[in-house]
């Protein structure tokens, strides 16, 4: 394929062209892949670099580059309700593309930045990208201690990073970092060099396969092409983030609820005080199912109806219509805060009560169901809707905008705590 020129590049965000039908068609075989293998990988908590690549080279790490340069020219609702689908197979490896995505569409909304044409010939490539950007022990979350230095026309990144998502799995890591003049700068680091240490010391309870642990860096080289003003990152980034996280609890929820009515269909003994002496046709344990699919059918159409809202951002962006953007920015937030708190909360009454439908066998390692609420849980905990439900009462009753926006790089939503 052809270089695309510039003006080619000014519509990287133009006319999402995809069908979701046929992207699912496309994607649905892989993910079965990924998911027979899950329950193992999850009780040996071994790593999914097969299924990365998998996907990878079935073009998902592409999902939103247009199709003129190779992608599948998705909209962002399609992404995240893919990423849902994704999710539902292997939670750990759906959250792993979180920062891969995420920069992708930092190029898409940068056209005119001469390195965005670099990295959409190492995206064709299946070059793929990992995180770090907060660090553990600081005080705010925008204390960033990580400093970025240059000398002798070669620029070197020093610091420390926690919930470094998708580092194992990478080949390049977007750092953030402050430079000389104490700016905030995201750099493109690549991975496999002698200044960069990824470790596997990731300790939650879930999400155990995500290679969220630390990564150090002593003077590893950024990238020519990777030096990027924080403020300067697309407007909706932390929307984005957080959005990747509840497509995965989405997919999570949709996957107990799977294997919890499976599980009552083939369940052969009834407690005594049951309503009937088969499980399958209790009609108590028929209505918790009942009530499970509801907040499955909950959470999807949240999900659905919130990230839709994030391609009205784009569109607005794309025209250069500031006015509209912000606009969108603040029916985004809020939709947004308000899919976290009806997401989360159905992915963990699913993942919980679907063992009120099932018996004490249930509990056995051997058929994994804790992973459901292991993963949810870890997930949820990354960004605690308390706080986003109080900024949506101040919204509602006093017309406060909720706070965010262009300034949401200083903490990318959902990066841990």
């Given at each position: 394929?052809?270089?695309?020129?510039?003006?080619?590049?000014?519509?990287?965000?133009?006319?999402?062209d995809?069908?979701?039908?046929?992207?699912?068609?496309?994607?649905?075989?892989?993910?079965d892949?990924?998911?027979?293998?899950?329950?193992?990988?999850?009780?040996?908590?071994?790593f999914?670099?097969?299924?990365?690549?998998?996907?990878?080279?079935?073009?998902?790490?592409?999902?939103?580059?247009?199709?003129?340069?190779?992608?599948?020219?998705?909209?962002?609702?399609?992404?995240?309700?893919l990423?849902?689908?994704?999710?539902?197979?292997?939670?750990?490896?759906?959250?792993?593309?979180?920062?891969?995505?995420?920069?992708v569409?930092?190029?898409?909304?940068?056209?005119?930045?001469?390195?965005?044409?670099?990295?959409?010939?190492?995206?064709?490539?299946?070059?793929?990208?990992?995180?770090?950007?907060?660090?553990?022990?600081?005080?705010?979350?925008?204390?960033?201690?990580?400093?970025?230095?240059?000398?002798?026309?070669i620029?070197?990144?020093?610091?420390?990073?926690?919930?470094?998502?998708?580092?194992?799995?990478?080949?390049?890591l977007?750092?953030?970092g402050?430079d000389?003049?104490?700016?905030l700068?995201?750099?493109?680091?690549?991975?496999?060099?002698?200044g960069?240490?990824?470790?596997?010391?990731?300790?939650?309870?879930?999400?155990q396969?995500?290679?969220?642990?630390?990564?150090?860096?002593?003077d590893?080289?950024?990238?020519?092409?990777?030096?990027?003003?924080?403020?300067?990152?697309?407007?909706y980034?932390g929307?984005?983030?957080?959005?990747?996280?509840?497509?995965?609890?989405?997919?999570?929820?949709?996957?107990?609820?799977?294997?919890?009515?499976?599980?009552?269909?083939?369940?052969?003994?009834?407690?005594?005080?049951?309503?009937?002496?088969?499980?399958?046709?209790?009609?108590?344990?028929?209505q918790?199912?009942?009530?499970?699919?509801?907040?499955?059918?909950?959470?999807?159409?949240?999900?659905?109806?919130?990230?839709?809202?994030?391609?009205?951002?784009?569109?607005?962006?794309?025209?250069?219509?500031?006015?509209?953007?912000?606009q969108?920015?603040?029916?985004?937030?809020v939709r947004?805060?308000?899919?976290q708190?009806?997401i989360?909360?159905?992915?963990?009454?699913?993942?919980?009560?679907?063992f009120?439908?099932?018996?004490?066998?249930?509990?056995?390692?051997s058929?994994?169901?804790?992973?459901?609420?292991?993963?949810?849980?870890?997930?949820?905990?990354?960004?605690?809707?308390?706080?986003?439900?109080?900024?949506?009462?101040?919204?509602?009753?006093n017309?406060?905008?909720?706070?965010?926006?262009?300034?949401?790089?200083?903490?990318?939503?959902?990066?841990?705590?």
């Amino acid at each position: 394929m052809a270089a695309p020129t510039s003006a080619d590049l000014r519509s990287l965000l133009a006319h999402p062209d995809a069908d979701y039908d046929s992207l699912a068609a496309t994607y649905r075989p892989v993910f079965d892949r990924i998911a027979a293998g899950n329950p193992a990988r999850e009780r040996a908590r071994e790593f999914p670099y097969e299924q990365v690549r998998l996907l990878v080279d079935a073009g998902f790490s592409r999902l939103r580059i247009p199709r003129a340069h190779g992608g599948d020219g998705a909209t962002l609702q399609q992404v995240f309700l893919l990423l849902a689908d994704l999710g539902a197979a292997d939670p750990n490896v759906a959250h792993i593309f979180r920062n891969h995505l995420a920069f992708v569409e930092d190029r898409l909304n940068s056209p005119d930045h001469p390195a965005t044409e670099v990295w959409l010939d190492r995206f064709r490539r299946g070059e793929f990208v990992g995180g770090g950007w907060t660090e553990a022990n600081n005080a705010k979350f925008g204390d960033i201690g990580t400093r970025i230095s240059t000398a002798e026309g070669i620029t070197r990144l020093t610091g420390e990073k926690y919930y470094a998502t998708g580092s194992l799995y990478a080949d390049w890591l977007d750092v953030i970092g402050r430079d000389e003049n104490d700016r905030l700068i995201t750099a493109l680091v690549a991975r496999d060099q002698p200044g960069v240490t990824l470790i596997d010391d990731w300790e939650g309870f879930g999400q155990q396969t995500t290679a969220s642990g630390s990564a150090r860096y002593r003077d590893a080289v950024v990238d020519e092409h990777g030096l990027f003003p924080a403020e300067e990152r697309f407007a909706y980034q932390g929307l984005f983030y957080q959005t990747a996280l509840l497509a995965v609890l989405v997919g999570i929820a949709r996957a107990a609820f799977g294997d919890g009515a499976r599980a009552l269909h083939r369940r052969p003994r009834n407690y005594p005080l049951g309503t009937d002496e088969i499980p399958a046709r209790d009609a108590l344990l028929q209505q918790r199912i009942g009530l499970l699919a509801t907040r499955v059918f909950q959470a999807e159409a949240a999900l659905e109806k919130q990230s839709a809202t994030l391609d009205v951002v784009a569109r607005a962006h794309l025209r250069g219509d500031d006015q509209a953007e912000e606009q969108a920015l603040v029916t985004a937030t809020v939709r947004t805060h308000e899919a976290q708190s009806v997401i989360i909360e159905a992915a963990l009454e699913v993942t919980t009560t679907v063992f009120d439908a099932l018996g004490a066998s249930a509990t056995a390692v051997s058929a994994g169901l804790d992973r459901h609420w292991r993963n949810a849980r870890t997930l949820a905990s990354h960004n605690p809707r308390v706080f986003k439900e109080r900024v949506l009462g101040d919204y509602y009753v006093n017309g406060t905008p909720p706070p965010g926006g262009s300034n949401s790089f200083l903490r990318p939503q959902g990066q841990g705590a």
